[in-house]
């Protein structure tokens, strides 16, 4: 009965270990719980099996963690979990060009320092030198530099 309780919590762990690893990003439950199996389980072969019975439940539960990331990362199921679209967005660069240094526009987002700005019938990127500004504030383009397109706010 002893081998198992140490066989369910080795195999408990491994698959915690695993959606740890690849289903929840960070250190969730999911990883805590793994690590408490192993422990247990170690603790369990160590206290009422003996010393050898420890030290081999200990090897075999490294070699099994070891040995199964390996094999998922070997087999294709990351391939099915994988994200394989590319990006094939292109910034107008034409757009942001055009804008003069006096030109006036609209936010079409929230300015949370950078954000979408529509000048002279162009949607293009833009920063507040204002700090936050919301959507629909009516905006001047203060300067370009180095590409940024520089923006406060109209004052009424």
């Known amino acids: 009965m002893d081998i198992l309780i140490i066989i369910v919590l080795i195999i408990a762990a491994i698959v915690l270990f695993l959606v740890?690893?690849?289903v929840i990003p960070g250190i969730s439950i999911a990883g805590i719980s793994a690590l408490a199996c192993v422990a247990y389980a170690n603790y369990h072969a160590?206290?009422?099996?003996?010393?050898?019975a420890g030290f081999?439940?200990?090897?075999?539960?490294?070699?099994?963690?070891?040995?199964?990331?390996i094999w998922f990362m070997?087999?294709?199921t990351l391939d099915k979990l994988a994200l394989k679209k590319n990006i094939t967005y292109k910034v107008d660069k034409l757009a942001a060009s055009r804008v003069r240094v006096g030109d006036q526009g609209v936010c079409t987002t929230r300015l949370a320092l950078i954000g979408?700005?529509?000048?002279?019938?162009?949607?293009?990127?833009v920063k507040s030198t204002d700090g936050f500004l919301d959507e629909k504030t009516p905006i001047i383009v203060e300067r370009i530099t180095d590409g940024v397109i520089l923006v406060k706010e109209i004052k009424k």
């Open 116 to 125: 979408y700005a529509e000048i002279n019938g162009d949607i293009i990127e």
């Open 56 to 69: 081999i439940t200990l090897s075999v539960s490294i070699l099994a963690c070891i040995g199964s990331l």
């Open 74 to 76: 070997r087999s294709k």
């Open 20 to 22: 740890e690893l690849f």
């Open 46 to 52: 160590f206290t009422y099996l003996g010393q050898t």
